[in-house]
């Protein structure tokens, strides 16, 4: 009788640890996905600014087609990435694509001194600011679910129901992650 008990307790036990095990791999999937998609709507932020900046600066500098053409191109990946690591690796030529355009504004001294282009710039570095405090969220809870994955007991769990590791949205080159260098050589 004895053990009867003691094998029902152990059995309740077990499955309660499941369910709370399952329930909180489920509530950092959704912190997961819910921080993916916010990041995402400021990027899609983003993504509606960059016509109009690429427009302002098409009106000054109508001859450097080819490096308006590519930031459009960046864009347009960027904006239709499927998952997180492809919209990552676009994020990065998009980034790397408009670092190019800003420096060819820096060959038009109207179009630095235009109040549409100075408004659209401003627009476009707060956005990137929000990305970044995003972006920055993001890879916490991801880091956060990701121990969870790998870590003794819930492992097993993981396996189980079929959680998987979500990637960080990280920085994808490395020219990105050197120091900027700064020359005050005339």
Do not use: C
Not at 96 to 109: D, I, K, M, V
Not at 115 to 127: K, N, V
Not at 138 to 146: P, T
């Amino acid at each position: 009788m004895n053990i009867m008990i003691i094998i029902i307790v152990a059995i309740a036990l077990l499955v309660l640890w499941l369910i709370g095990g399952y329930n909180g791999f489920i509530r950092r999937k959704n912190l997961v996905e819910e921080a993916y998609a916010t990041m995402d709507v400021y990027l899609k932020k983003r993504y509606d600014l960059i016509p109009n900046l690429v427009n302002t600066v098409k009106g000054y500098a109508k001859h450097e087609k080819e490096t308006l053409e590519k930031v459009v191109m960046a864009r347009n990946a960027a904006a239709n990435a499927a998952t997180p690591a492809e919209k990552a690796a676009n994020e990065t030529v998009m980034e790397s694509a408009l670092g190019r355009l800003f420096a060819l504004a820096e060959n038009y001294p109207d179009l630095k001194a235009s109040a549409q282009f100075l408004d659209l710039q401003g627009q476009l570095s707060a956005i990137e600011g929000e990305i970044a405090e995003a972006r920055k969220y993001y890879n916490a809870v991801v880091k956060i679910f990701n121990t969870r994955v790998e870590m003794f007991p819930a492992s097993i769990l993981a396996a189980i129901f079929g959680f998987k590791r979500y990637d960080m949205f990280e920085v994808g080159s490395v020219e990105e992650r050197e120091n900027v260098k700064v020359s005050f050589d005339a």
